[in-house]
């Protein structure tokens, strides 16, 4: 008997790290690829077993629990042989089974224009003699539509003012009118005289008159001058003067009436005034020559620019300041009356001539209507454009007017001859008697499924070669977020799901398989529905956008934000793909305009909805989100608050717990929400029984020394915190990841406190058995990188606090008795390294326990974590500064 209790007991210690093993391998995927694989695994454990029993010193016994072991052996390989056959079987069949809805759900949804496809089509030869059933009035749709398109082509297109081409027109009319007025400007005011003393035609010709023309004329002037003189006998004659008639420049002044008519003012003007007003007058017809000069340089180099100048000397500078005022007022105003009326593309020269002359008849000055209807003719334009809305409107009332064009088929007349082609008129006959067959198009279903095969096949490729492992439930739900595509768009909505989709995945599992349900999706709505291009862009930027931001939120303030973001992706890609294939440039940019902003609206409308949709969706499909998580890890969530209240030793240890293990996760990379939440709740279990754990009986009496004294009942309650708090999550409808730290914190440690308290009353009394399982948590071992960590800093944050409640134990000095007020002195302060060592030597125990086998946490990994929370107990157990001792005596006054 001595000898076979400790060996069923190691058997059974044995069989437990044979199931760890077995988790572990099937994780990994190193299990079961070969019959080599299972008996090499089997060998091994029970060739532990065998060494056991050969330390045994009954050599009978030995022999007959060896061959009880090679029974056991055999069975046990067979055993697991048949359950991993079958399990294998299940999981596959399961992952099988979504794999096969996933397929043909997409492809019935995504393919569901091939269902009902016509056996006969329009041009292929009949497959046999149709006959009319019965005698009908069958609409010709052919005739039917060329009338209805003759009436809509058959009248006026309905035009419209363009606002841009007035503009345009405007603007060259100022710039052509400025140009005038800069001449005039130059040449200086006109008429530069009195016309009462000198007409404003004579002031024309004598300041743009060439020079030969000016000197004649001073010449008769001087000469009209000396023969005053002599008539009046105040001045002797000149000998050597050469009298104007004979000289050669009064041979071409007389040849000119201007000339004459000037000189005549300019003589009678001299025989008025004084001779300093004359010589003043002349002083003026000087300078107004040499503006004038000026002016028609400027011409001449305007002309030399731009070649289709319409100024000539003659029209612009003849004008006066008044006139030329009245001018540019009268151009604007015929040109606005032009416009007003519309000048429509392919107007004859002619017409559009007269309606010019017309309209400057009564704005503009007889002498200027020349120079007018010049420079309209040059900057009017064709400012009418068809109007394509009203227009298609007026075309679609008058088709609507016309009468549908009936023919008549009588009863047992042919419809189609056995191989005669099929034209549309037979085809809309057969239509109309429902003659015409339907079919499935199976081959483009197949080419359609084994597309989204492959689809399938790359996701299920990403998702194992990310760090992201999905239950069968959450693939549902991804098949379920994919379909809500091309389901809207086979509704008739273009303004498809495609920012919900990208938000929820990105949310639920983070960017990488949210992009690349995107990136999949995005090509087999392109060749299989018909759909617009732009459209279908606009929802994939926004659905991308969705994908890559939303795990990275941590509040829903933030996801309403994302929705407005993804709102101006859509509507902004939708404007610029229109953009860069012309269509905004058209008559419809309104309509452009109106579709962008109903896809931003969309946009926005359907983030609303995945945002109202997400805390469902979290909770049916047990989710775990950023958001979802800082949400359970507020204190004021009733559990949390239940703990701090009644159970208040344990919530402190709880957050120390959450401090150390979301530090630890931090550096190496963990889900620090995830652990900061689990490490809240991984003891609520403690509030079944608050005093039968140390923490929260505040220095009071151990109710397990004074009450119980029964080291199994004990170990009873504590492990009882797990089941009750698996319980509590439960009813509170927690997680299951965050269930998972509640019993994996503990796994299967022992009890060590009560299993040795155990072992010492056994010793004293032989009748008692002690079962190590009784005093081990039921586990299951941590099964994350997180609930690993939360483990190792659960262990640690007593030894951690111990340390610290050491270094802050007084000690009485010397000689001195301890209440006597004598001088105190501290306990050595606890150094870095004693702390790192002691933390070690716990991460070693647990790994040497086999507690993170699991986990996925390395060996190297657990230096790491000690080193962290060291400095995080560091932190808290900072060094203060020793303030003085204030005398008895000493008093405080108050003012």
């Not at 991308?544 to 509507?571: F, H």
């Not at 009560?754 to 039921?778: G, S």
Request: glycine residues 6%; proline residues 4%.
């Amino acid at each position: 008997m001595k000898t076979t209790e400790p060996f069923l007991q190691f058997l059974t210690q044995q069989l437990s790290y044979w199931r760890r093993w077995y988790r572990l391998l099937r994780r990994k995927g190193k299990l079961f690829k070969g019959t080599s694989h299972r008996r090499e695994l089997v060998k091994a454990i029970f060739r532990n077993v065998i060494l056991f029993v050969s330390k045994s010193n009954d050599k009978s016994d030995r022999q007959k629990q060896k061959r009880a072991l090679n029974l056991m052996a055999k069975s046990a390989n067979t055993h697991s042989t048949i359950y991993t056959v079958v399990c294998n079987w299940i999981h596959g069949k399961r992952c099988f089974v979504i794999l096969a809805i996933a397929i043909v759900s997409l492809t019935g949804v995504i393919g569901n224009r091939l269902y009902n496809q016509t056996q006969i089509q329009i041009g292929n030869p009949a497959p046999q003699t149709i006959r009319a059933p019965y005698t009908d009035s069958i609409e010709d749709k052919k005739k039917t539509e060329a009338e209805r398109r003759a009436a809509s082509k058959g009248f006026i297109a309905v035009l419209m003012i363009d606002v841009q081409m007035n503009d345009r027109i405007n603007e060259n009319l100022q710039k052509l009118l400025d140009d005038g007025h800069e001449i005039r400007t130059i040449a200086g005011a006109f008429p530069f005289f009195d016309t009462t003393a000198l007409s404003q035609f004579s002031q024309h010709y004598l300041r743009s008159c060439s020079e030969s023309e000016w000197q004649a004329v001073i010449l008769a002037l001087e000469n009209h001058r000396n023969q005053q003189r002599k008539i009046t006998g105040r001045t002797a004659a000149v000998p050597n003067q050469v009298l104007p008639k004979e000289n050669s420049f009064w041979s071409e002044v007389s040849q000119n009436t201007d000339s004459i008519q000037a000189i005549k003012e300019l003589e009678a003007y001299q025989l008025t005034n004084s001779e300093k007003s004359f010589a003043s007058l002349i002083a003026q017809i000087s300078a107004a020559r040499q503006k004038y000069t000026q002016a028609t340089a400027k011409l001449l180099q305007l002309e030399s620019v731009s070649p289709e100048t319409i100024y000539e000397e003659s029209l612009l500078l003849n004008l006066s300041d008044a006139n030329w005022e009245n001018t540019q007022l009268g151009i604007h105003q015929s040109a606005e009356r032009i416009l007003t009326q519309g000048i429509p593309q392919g107007l004859p020269q002619n017409i559009l001539q007269d309606a010019i002359n017309l309209q400057i008849q009564t704005f503009v000055p007889e002498d200027a209507e020349p120079l007018a209807s010049k420079v309209l003719l040059a900057v009017l334009q064709p400012n009418l454009q068809k109007d394509e809305e009203k227009t298609r409107e007026k075309a679609q009332k008058a088709a609507a007017g016309v009468s549908p064009v009936m023919e008549t088929v009588r009863q047992g007349q042919v419809i189609v001859k056995q191989g005669e082609q099929i034209s549309a008129w037979d085809f809309e006959v057969l239509q109309h008697y429902h003659l015409i067959r339907r079919q499935v198009k199976w081959v483009e279903l197949v080419k359609l499924g084994c597309i989204i095969t492959v689809a399938i096949s790359i996701f299920v490729w990403v998702e194992r070669h990310i760090d992201c492992q999905l239950r069968q439930r959450d693939r549902l739900l991804v098949l379920l977020l994919t379909l809500s595509v091309p389901g809207v768009i086979v509704m008739g909505l273009p303004y498809t799901t495609w920012s919900a989709l990208g938000l929820l995945l990105g949310s639920f599992y983070g960017h990488t398989l949210g992009l690349t349900v995107v990136a999949l999706l995005s090509p087999i709505l392109a060749i299989s529905l018909d759909m617009s291009k732009a459209a279908l862009l606009a929802g994939v930027g926004g659905g991308i956008l969705g994908s890559c931001i939303a795990q990275r939120l941590r509040s829903r303030e933030e996801l309403a934000l994302l929705g407005v973001a993804i709102a101006l992706t859509q509507g902004g890609i939708y404007l610029i793909v229109k953009v860069l294939i012309g269509q905004v440039f058209g008559s419809t940019w309104y309509i452009v305009l109106r579709e962008a902003g109903l896809f931003a609206s969309s946009g926005f409308v359907w983030s609303v909805i995945a945002l109202g949709l997400s805390p469902y969706l979290e909770r049916f499909f047990d989710l775990v989100t950023p958001i979802r998580l800082a949400e359970l890890a507020n204190p004021n969530r009733p559990l949390l608050k239940r703990l701090a209240t009644e159970t208040p030793g344990t919530f402190q240890h709880t957050l120390f717990v959450a401090t150390l293990a979301e530090a630890a996760a931090k550096q190496l990379g963990c889900n620090v929400e995830l652990v900061r939440a689990g490490a809240l709740y991984h003891d609520i279990g403690k509030m079944h029984d608050p005093l039968g754990f140390i923490e929260n009986q505040m220095g009071g009496p151990n109710k397990h020394d004074t009450e119980i004294k029964d080291p199994w009942k004990s170990a009873e309650i504590i492990k009882k915190h797990v089941t009750e708090g698996l319980v509590m999550a439960r009813k509170h409808l927690l997680p299951t990841a965050i269930q998972a730290f509640i019993p994996e914190h503990q796994g299967t440690m022992l009890i060590a406190y009560f299993y040795h308290q155990a072992q010492q009353m056994a010793q004293e009394d032989p009748n008692l058995r002690v079962n190590e399982a009784d005093f081990r948590y039921d586990g299951p071992i941590p099964q994350s990188r997180e609930t690993g960590i939360v483990m190792l800093a659960d262990a640690c944050e007593a030894a951690l606090r111990s340390l610290e409640a050491s270094s802050k134990r007084p000690v009485p000095v010397k000689g001195s008795k301890v209440g006597e007020g004598e001088e105190k002195r501290s306990a050595k302060d606890v150094s870095v390294e004693q702390a790192l060592t002691m933390l070690n030597n716990i991460l070693r125990a647990r790994w040497q326990d086999n507690q993170l086998i699991d986990s996925g946490l390395t060996r190297e990994e657990m230096s790491k974590i000690a080193q962290i929370f060291v400095d995080v107990w560091q932190q808290f157990n900072h060094k203060r500064i020793a303030y003085p001792k204030l005398k008895a005596t000493s008093t405080v006054r108050n003012s």
